[in-house]
């Protein structure tokens, strides 16, 4: 399948096995784009001399930094390199399914037709809670202040999305300087400050697995309250969520 008006745009970062992995799938599944960015984030060197195999391998447009400057720059590096209308955008640690081509061929023709469509996502670790029909496969996020499930901050989410490519000028750029949570948090906020419009797929775990490694573990880390199941915790912490989401949705400054 072929999406000429697509740009694969990944971001990469001390994962070259896992990039590896997510090329040679999307080369198994005859994908095939109107151009492949990478966006590395100063990995290290022996991830560095890896990434110069496999752009002479693959034929990607490898984007580099000397140093790590964080997530937000990362993306917006990425980005700013894409030249085609829309971008897909995958972390390298995802592997698509056999089943994402035909989504993937009519989500861009949802989008091509409804010019009000800024994104359309394909993963998620929980449900979007507020869907509008739309049709077998999809529905449309809304977000209604008044809704109680904190999720609704995560109409824009990093996982991976087809997207128009001048996301940025509408929304903003990527807050840089800051840890990734905090600059994906950002994001979600201008996202839906700036009227985000996008469609969610249901069936969310058909599409892609995420895969991280013994040897190439995620990069990602969390505080532990963050993340912890004690149910007095949790309440307390959904209970934070709600309260401080509400209030940067109508205070923070995009």
Not at 151 to 176: N, V
Not at 212 to 240: C, G
Request: aromatic share 14%.
């Amino acid at each position: 399948m072929e999406f000429p008006n697509v740009t694969l745009l990944i971001t990469h970062y001390n994962r070259s096995q896992s990039l590896e992995q997510l090329l040679t799938t999307i080369n198994a599944l005859q994908l095939s784009f109107g151009d492949i960015v990478v966006s590395d984030d100063g990995s290290a060197a022996k991830h560095a001399r890896a990434l110069t195999a496999l752009e002479k391998k693959f034929g990607f447009r490898l984007i580099t930094t000397p140093v790590n400057k964080g997530l937000g720059h990362n993306l917006n590096k990425g980005q700013d390199a894409v030249r085609t209308p829309y971008t897909l955008y995958v972390q390298e640690d995802f592997i698509p399914h056999e089943a994402f081509g035909p989504i993937l061929e009519k989500s861009l023709s949802i989008m091509e037709k409804r010019s009000d469509l800024d994104i359309v996502r394909y993963y998620a670790y929980l449900p979007f809670p507020y869907l509008k029909p739309f049709d077998e496969n999809f529905g449309e996020m809304f977000v209604p202040l008044s809704g109680i499930h904190y999720t609704k901050i995560y109409a824009y989410s990093d996982h991976p999305h087809l997207r128009r490519s001048d996301f940025l000028t509408k929304f903003g750029r990527y807050a840089e300087g800051l840890k990734g949570d905090r600059t994906e948090y950002k994001m979600c906020i201008s996202f839906i400050q700036c009227g985000g419009k996008g469609l969610f797929y249901r069936d969310f775990k058909r599409l892609f697995t995420q895969a991280n490694s013994i040897s190439e573990p995620s990069t990602m880390h969390r505080v532990a309250w963050r993340q912890s199941k004690n149910l007095l915790i949790s309440v307390a912490r959904d209970f934070y969520r709600q309260i401080k989401y509400n209030l940067d949705i109508l205070f923070m400054r995009p």
